[in-house]
């Protein structure tokens, strides 16, 4: 009788593992995917069916960006994606991804990992569906998303449009150049506090005594990686509130040009001469039109919305050509911290762009001319009719 006890246990004890869940290490698992497991993910109606987990994304988030793969962010930008995403993450919002298909690669086989706000946010997944559709073969989904990323401590970064909020809405929070010293003081934006990363140790105490404070990080740019050291290097030290804003000076420069401080301060301030608004809203005044495009013409983006055809045959010089109906295919491509003047022949397509954009993307600094324009083909133009 103890002999078939004994032999009986170790049957059991034979067949008992294969009764638990599997649940391999992400190394094991072709190209690192942690495919959807009973005892980790557990897959929803309308789930994308590529997914990968955060040790895959890892190597795929740097600073400067990869050129071998694209990181999507599918959450809504101002409330979601500017406060805080994977860094080079562009942002196509799931509800407007029809009209940001022009900010996707052209190579269909390329690397496409899409992400968002976590294991209950379907919008990755749809974001994932629709690029197949597309013709897309290379497409991931992280799940856990944005949430587990920053739960592991790992870099967060931080738009253009958030910064400007932050100073805009007064919040307390730190703005660190990490740049040397002598090229902040060529130009830097205002309210920054210069610590260069080659400094950094020499001067902590400068950094604030509360660790839960926002620490926001920029230098020169997409290709520079002084910012990416000094915040690891803050988080090192305790900080828990640390961003990156990784498009830096350059991009800031470009959106606000009159929000410089330093060197450049006197040339941009010099410029950008207010708009000043005409009979219809949205449009904007004659008068006001010919003093921004005279005096700071790179303050402003002008569109022209006129076909292909009538733009080559003249427009005004520094215009960018998007005819009204392909607009909304190209909304996403407009700033959302520079003023965009859309113009035609006659002020009807730019005021229809106007409303496109403003139903589109709110956000966008959207003005139009309201009149009967000519281009001679010099670059220069002529308003035969104002209204």
Request: charged fraction near 25%.
């Amino acid at each position: 009788m103890t002999n078939v006890r004994k032999t009986l246990l170790v049957a059991l004890a034979a067949a008992f593992p294969l009764a638990l869940p599997l649940a391999l290490p992400s190394s094991i698992l072709t190209g690192g995917e942690a495919l959807a497991q009973a005892s980790q993910l557990q897959p929803k109606e309308g789930w994308y069916r590529n997914l990968v987990d955060t040790d895959f994304v890892k190597p795929y988030v740097e600073i400067p960006p990869r050129k071998d793969v694209t990181i999507i962010d599918a959450r809504p930008a101002a409330r979601q994606y500017d406060p805080g995403h994977l860094p080079g993450a562009i942002n196509i919002p799931d509800s407007r991804f029809d009209q940001m298909t022009n900010l996707l690669p052209e190579d269909k086989a390329k690397l496409i990992i899409v992400y968002c706000g976590g294991l209950e946010c379907p919008l990755s997944h749809n974001v994932a569906h629709k690029l197949e559709k597309l013709g897309y073969t290379n497409i991931k989904v992280y799940p856990e998303g944005n949430p587990e990323w920053a739960k592991r401590g790992l870099a967060l970064a931080v738009s253009t449009a958030y910064v400007k909020k932050l100073m805009d809405d007064k919040e307390k929070f730190l703005l660190i150049d990490a740049r040397p010293k002598r090229v902040f003081d060529k130009g830097y934006i205002p309210g920054a506090l210069n610590i260069s990363d080659t400094d950094f140790e020499k001067n902590v105490d400068k950094l604030p005594a509360d660790k839960g404070m926002l620490l926001v990080y920029y230098c020169g740019g997409w290709e520079c990686v002084l910012s990416d050291k000094s915040a690891e290097k803050a988080r090192k030290l305790g900080y828990t509130n640390v961003r990156v804003y990784n498009a830096g000076f350059p991009e800031w420069a470009k959106a606000h040009p009159t929000l410089v401080a330093g060197g450049e301060a006197p040339a941009a301030a010099a410029k950008a001469p207010e708009i000043v608004g005409g009979k219809d809203k949205g449009s904007i005044a004659v008068a006001s039109f010919d003093k921004v495009v005279k005096e700071a013409p790179d303050s402003v983006m002008l569109v022209d919305t006129r076909d292909a055809k009538e733009f080559a045959a003249g427009t005004i010089k520094g215009a960018l050509n998007i005819p009204i109906n392909a607009l909304e295919k190209q909304v996403g491509t407009l700033p959302a911290g520079k003023p965009v003047i859309f113009f035609c022949g006659t002020g009807a397509r730019a005021g229809e762009a106007y409303d496109t954009v403003k139903l589109l993307r709110p956000e966008v600094q959207a003005w139009f001319v309201d009149a009967e324009m000519k281009f001679p083909g010099d670059g220069s133009y002529v308003f035969t009719k104002a209204k």
